[in-house]
């Protein structure tokens, strides 16, 4: 028995064009049947609409304010965070060589800051005594500072066992001086009050660990950093084949920015592929060759500044990609702090990020031109064994501008060819609606179209056919070459009957 997902088939193509919502078909009749038995297949009727639920998860259409549909893929907007771009507070330990000692602080890409607030940290403290009696340690860190006053930490070390202790930093404010991190140690005996030095003890260790910082403000270096490379997966066209030409596509690259320093963008990687392995650069000069990052100033401290370009058919390639079946498109944004001369003043805290978002806009407004689809179905015909003939008969009431070419053949079990339904493939099956001055369906177009299966086709179908092949193509008007638009309420039906009988022996 014929499947009613052919008619679905034949629905779904026709989402690519369209035009003004078809009638309904409770008036349309399968006609007189005097034969024994007439079997009604498919009495359905759908609209764009109803056809959402029809694409892959990964394609989301769209209906806008005047009913128009738009294909919509989106990423999943990576990016990055302050702590995975730069460690501004490095972790480390060093022994007190000296009663002062300027630790150097030296990070990546030029970075100097002029002060960081420090979020969370430990300074770990170990020393040993070598001398007679306990000694009166003090630890000051003039580069560490708490309300403007300087780290300070005294202890009583004994004789015999070492003294190992931390102190918690958080709410401190670290300053550098001259690219350096200044220590100085003052040990004197409790009992004498005599000044020592703790060298041969051995020297005391100072430590910094776990250290992270709620703001940052200085010049925050002039390196890259890549943003997660990241694709966008265009699955309409794993369920089609054939020649779509979409007329208004368009990229959003949408950039989120939250770090408070002047950044370059340049996509290092912007490709589309198509399904056959093809490789086609989107060409945009401005995506290209690099552009400046929306950034907030130091009046905006914890804003997010935005950056958005639009990439259509006016400024890049994108609709001689786009008239390729895509498969999806690559991507890869690397910023760059900096850019420029000069070492300007930045800021950054704990929470700065920096994303990046592509949203890729196919609207249904196009041209379709020999666009061919094929289904297998599976089939039984075991009710009409005892019958001599068949006839189909299929009406259609097609509000689309499109005409639909369709063949039926039918399958052994081994699915070889033993024979076919329509006996020309260039007759229209699914009539193209009327179109009117603008751009509209002004009159749907009903259409009845009759096959007959004579008694010895008939008779082997019944024995041999298990799955029906269904071969469709279908162009806009004017042979794929005008352009229209799809709505949501845009509808299409089709009855499907069989007719059946014994002939008189």
């Known amino acids: 028995m014929l499947n009613q997902q052919f008619f679905l088939i034949l629905c779904i193509a026709l ?13 349309i009749t399968m006609g007189e049947y005097s034969p024994d ?9 759908v609209t764009a ?23 919509v893929y989106q990423s999943e907007g990576f990016g990055l965070r302050s702590e995975e771009i730069t460690e501004l507070i490095p972790n480390f330990s060093f022994p007190m060589v000296d009663t002062i000692v ?9 970075t100097f800051v002029d002060f960081i607030r420090i979020k969370k940290g430990i300074i770990g403290v170990l020393v040993a005594n070598d001398h007679p009696e306990p000694v009166e340690f003090t630890l000051t860190i003039p580069d560490i500072t708490l309300n403007g006053v300087p780290f300070k930490q005294t202890a009583i070390i004994g004789t015999t066992i070492p003294y190992f202790d931390t102190y918690d930093v958080a709410g401190y ?12 140690y003052s040990a004197k005996l409790v009992n004498s009050g005599t000044f020592v030095e703790l060298y ?54 949408t950039i989120n920015n939250s770090f408070g320093f002047p950044i370059k963008g340049k996509f290092d990687v912007l490709d589309a592929h198509t399904v056959d392995g ?32 639009v990439v259509d058919y006016n400024n890049s390639n994108l609709n001689t990609i786009i008239g390729k079946p895509v498969d999806f498109f690559d991507y890869e944004l690397v910023p760059v702090a900096n850019p420029g001369p000069g070492t300007p003043v930045g800021f950054l805290t704990d929470s700065s990020e920096i994303t990046l978002d592509l949203l890729v806009e196919l609207p249904l407004h196009g041209t379709v031109e020999n666009f061919t689809m094929s289904d297998t179905l599976a089939i039984s015909l075991d009710i ?14 097609n509000g689309f501008p499109v005409d639909v070419y369709t063949q039926m053949y039918f399958l052994n079990e081994s699915y070889e060819p033993i024979d076919s339904l329509a006996t020309n493939f260039n007759e229209s099956l699914l009539a193209s609606g009327i179109i009117g001055s603008n751009g509209r369906v002004t009159e749907p177009t009903i259409k009845t179209t009759e096959y007959e299966i004579t008694e010895d086709r008939f008779s082997i179908l019944k024995q041999d056919a298990k799955y029906l092949l269904l071969k469709t193509s279908f162009s806009t008007v004017d042979n794929g070459q005008q352009s229209i638009r799809i709505y949501s309420d845009y509808e299409i039906g089709m009855k499907i009957g069989v007719l059946a009988g014994i002939r008189p022996i």
Do not use: H
């Open 200 to 253: 041969s003890a051995p020297d005391p260790i100072i430590a910094l660990d776990s250290m992270r910082y709620s703001y940052a403000e200085g010049y925050l270096g002039n390196g890259s950093f890549p943003l997660p490379r990241d694709t966008i997966e265009i699955d309409i066209f794993d369920q089609f084949s054939g020649n779509i030409f979409f007329e208004e596509p368009s990229i959003t690259v």
């Open 49 to 71: 609409g109803d056809l959402l639920d029809s694409f892959g998860d990964g394609t989301n259409l769209e209906e806008g304010s005047d009913g128009s549909l738009t294909f």
């Open 173 to 184: 404010v670290l300053t550098p001086n001259a690219d350096s991190l200044n220590f100085r």
């Open 384 to 397: 009409y064994e005892k019958m001599d003939y068949a006839n189909l008969k299929v009406i259609t009431d």
């Open 102 to 110: 300027g630790f150097p602080y030296n990070l990546p890409n030029n």
């Open 278 to 309: 093809t490789t086609l650069p989107l060409i945009n000069s401005v995506l290209n060759n690099g552009f400046s990052i929306a950034y907030p100033t130091f009046a905006e401290i914890g804003q997010t500044k935005q950056t958005v370009f």
């Open 15 to 27: 989402l690519l064009s369209g035009c003004k919502k078809a009638s309904k078909l409770d008036n």
């Open 37 to 45: 038995i007439a079997f009604p297949l498919v009495n359905s009727s």
